[in-house]
């Protein structure tokens, strides 16, 4: 790919698969949205919702997985909008480095922030005189990241650990879960209560309400670029990258359809748990009581940080590959790479400080934050639908890697690129009424200032520097660079 190799090659097929099944993680997922779907279609969005965007989402996996067989390196998205581009290389290139940018660092914010809220669900419980505020939240948050930036600078196999670790915790902890909601409740919902549909938003249109309910399981699946970013660092990435990606999709479609299905058919009082402040967690008390809620939230939190670890992963990766052709400020320090550890140090402490700083509204404006987080999923789909769409546009020019989707690459490619302008769209609508401040959708906005910071950089100083993806020489003369 034109770049001396400085990351070490420790993934395997497995721990490529991991990464991006942690950053997906169901149960984090499932249970951070859960509330949300109950009030915008109900079982009916939540469960029939779920099979339908998993599907949608396989198809933008499958088209991505094709163009990082082809172009198998850490700046992933950005980089192959570069190569991909007929012209206009460096703007493409430009414009979807900072989407997967912004994303990315919004994905480790929610994440941790999730993880703290629900932490301090399970402190409330085990003691009720503990009262969470959104200044504690902010704190609990800002530890857990400091916490996964230290595990990302020593070791890039720590990190492979500690995602091994994370899928068996995953699994093991579904079927726990799953099981106890099974075996142990007294009374399930009956088998067509998964036909039944609630429209809680304000909104007169069932419709428009139910298309809102979509958004649960587009919030779950987001982030399995990370077997992209980990390609340098993965052996026989041009086929292990799209397998962990797809792979990562699919398993998490099933184990995310058993876990939905069993939260929907525990629920007693429906109205109490839509209402409730985490619905999830009070399934969990109506059907199995406090003792056994209190030792399955550990599970979930313990998904949500391990979730949130991988995420910060991915993120290191990007900033590294950006800086590394130059398109981010002071691109010499975040490039480089520590000669003990051989990882990228700066970057982690970069995307850490990043995170911090998109964090830091939430001590004093819930809506704020959750507006910044807004585009961390529409920030990573439009950074994903770029290189796809751009694959689309090279029609029979483009040379595809080993793994490959044949003569399905345009049809596939087509219907990726449609759902995710159409889940964009969504997550930028107004998702409550009556529109209040508080209720208002933010993200639009943030997004707006997002691409206007970028859009004036580029025409500023950036386009006269800045070419899309840096070729070292021919492959003799790189291999020659090579630190390994």
Not at 170 to 177: A, H, N, T
Not at 213 to 220: E, I, R, Y
Not at 258 to 271: C, E, F, N, T
Request: proline residues 5%; aromatic residues 12%; contains cysteine.
């Amino acid at each position: 790919m034109g770049y001396p190799r400085k990351l070490t090659r420790r993934f395997k097929a497995f721990d490529n698969f991991a990464i991006s099944f942690t950053i997906i993680n169901i149960i984090s997922g499932i249970f951070s949205g859960f509330g949300f779907g109950l009030n915008a279609g109900g079982p009916s969005i939540l469960v029939f919702g779920w099979i339908g965007v998993s599907v949608m989402v396989l198809f933008v996996g499958a088209a991505m997985a094709e163009v990082a067989s082809a172009y198998p390196t850490s700046g992933a998205l950005y980089f192959s909008a570069g190569k991909l581009a007929r012209r206009h290389k460096g703007a493409w290139s430009w414009f979807t480095g900072w989407l997967n940018f912004v994303g990315q660092v919004g994905g480790t914010a929610a994440t941790g922030y999730a993880a703290a809220t629900f932490l301090q669900a399970f402190i409330a419980l085990q003691w009720p005189s503990y009262e969470p505020t959104p200044q504690r939240t902010v704190l609990i948050t800002a530890l857990i990241i400091v916490l996964q930036g230290l595990a990302n600078t020593y070791t890039v196999h720590l990190v492979a650990v500690l995602n091994r670790i994370s899928v068996w915790w995953l699994l093991i902890g579904l079927v726990v879960i799953v099981s106890s909601l099974i075996a142990i409740p007294d009374h399930h919902q009956s088998p067509s209560f998964v036909t039944h549909f609630v429209n809680n938003t304000g909104f007169t249109s069932g419709l428009y309400g139910g298309m809102l309910g979509l958004l649960v399981t587009s919030w779950t699946f987001t982030g399995f670029d990370g077997s992209f970013h980990m390609s340098e660092e993965t052996v026989r990435a041009t086929v292990n990258a799209p397998r962990g990606i797809t792979r990562a999709i699919a398993y998490s479609a099933i184990a995310g359809l058993l876990l939905m299905l069993a939260l929907v058919y525990s629920i007693r009082d429906y109205d109490r748990v839509a209402s409730a402040d985490a619905p999830p967690v009070q399934i969990l008390i109506d059907g199995l009581g406090v003792g056994t809620a209190k030792a399955l939230l550990l599970i979930v939190i313990g998904a949500m940080l391990f979730c949130g670890l991988a995420n910060l992963t991915s993120n290191t990766r990007q900033i590294f590959a950006f800086s590394r052709d130059g398109a981010m400020p002071g691109s010499r320090w975040w490039h480089s790479v520590s000669p003990r550890t051989r990882t990228p140090v700066k970057a982690v402490w970069l995307a850490v400080a990043c995170s911090l700083a998109l964090v830091l509204p939430g001590w004093w404006s819930h809506t704020a934050f959750t507006a910044i987080v807004s585009v961390n999923v529409v920030g990573l789909f439009l950074a994903y639908a770029v290189p796809i769409l751009l694959r689309l546009r090279l029609g029979d020019e483009f040379q595809p890697g080993p793994w490959h989707l044949g003569r399905w690459g345009r049809p596939v490619g087509v219907v990726a690129v449609t759902w995710i302008l159409l889940s964009s769209v969504l997550f930028m609508l107004p998702q409550a009424s009556p529109i209040t401040a508080h209720s208002f959708n933010y993200a639009p906005i943030a997004l707006a200032v997002v691409l206007a910071v970028a859009t004036v950089w580029w025409f500023a100083t950036a386009r006269r520097r800045f070419h899309g993806p840096v070729s070292y020489g021919r492959p003799d003369e790189v291999a020659a660079m090579d630190l390994v």
